[in-house]
């Protein structure tokens, strides 16, 4: 039988809260990011790819009527403006070693704790790896209180499971997910990788998602590491 072509059509992600799962790995953060009782109005949040930093920041945003975005894109940004927000600045490793960009993090750093306004970092490992260039900056960064997601119990893997499912809307016959979760690589990109290759898979071979599916799927998945 042909596969199926496959396009690569938009997922509509959930980022509310109700669609975020609390769990011993994870539960400090939250409450740290929806306490907002930061020394010096800063914050650090930190994790693996995937951990959910994308969806706490949103989260936070949400409740603070705060602004967020890209740290790549702070040199294209008019940072008077923006600091007159509480501001989250998503994926600051990625400047590192961009003299303007970090320029830029460095000024909206001092002119939002000027105005009272809050400020969020957030990057994958800790900050003290950001490799970031700039003296003066590190050290602000160095000196913010930082949260971290750790590495997601059983709980939390089978929550975020279903939730990457149900953002592609994606249906599994019974006992797949508790197969797959005795299976599957034990991290939030494991996880994603999984079902973005489960719908993959599904769409070209125009089957469900099923035990004999899955299996393949992780099969395959492990010969790719």
């Known amino acids: ?29 939250v ?25 706490l920041a949103r989260i936070w945003a949400d409740t603070q009527n705060a602004q967020v975005i890209a740290a790549k894109s702070l040199a294209l940004q008019d940072v008077d403006l923006l600091a007159q927000q509480s501001v989250c600045v998503e994926d600051v490793p990625d400047i590192a070693g961009d003299r303007t960009a970090e320029t830029a993090l460095f000024h909206l750093h001092n002119l939002l704790a000027q105005s009272g306004h809050l400020l969020l970092l957030t990057g994958c490992g800790p900050s003290a790896g950001w490799g970031i260039e700039l003296p003066d900056l590190a050290s602000r ?21 279903l939730k990457l499912l149900d953002d ?9 997910v508790d197969f797959i979760l ?14 973005e290759a489960l719908d993959r898979v599904s769409l070209q071979r125009k089957r469900p998602i099923g035990l004999r599916l899955a299996g393949q799927v992780l099969k395959q998945l492990e010969g790719s590491d």
């Open 141 to 161: 960064i160095a000196a913010a209180q930082q949260a971290s997601l750790d590495t997601p119990d059983d709980g939390l893997l089978v929550a975020v499971l």
């Open 182 to 195: 005795l299976r599957m690589q034990r991290s939030f990109a494991g996880v994603q990788h999984l079902v």
């Open 31 to 55: 409450g740290m990011i929806e306490t907002c009782n930061w020394p010096n109005g800063k914050m650090v949040l930190c994790g693996p790819k995937g951990a959910g930093k994308s969806h």
């Open 168 to 176: 592609r809307q994606l249906q599994v016959e019974p006992g797949v």
């Open 1 to 29: 039988m042909a596969e199926q072509l496959v396009f690569d059509l938009p997922v509509e992600t959930a980022f509310g809260r109700d669609d975020f799962f609390t769990s011993p790995a994870n539960s400090m953060a």
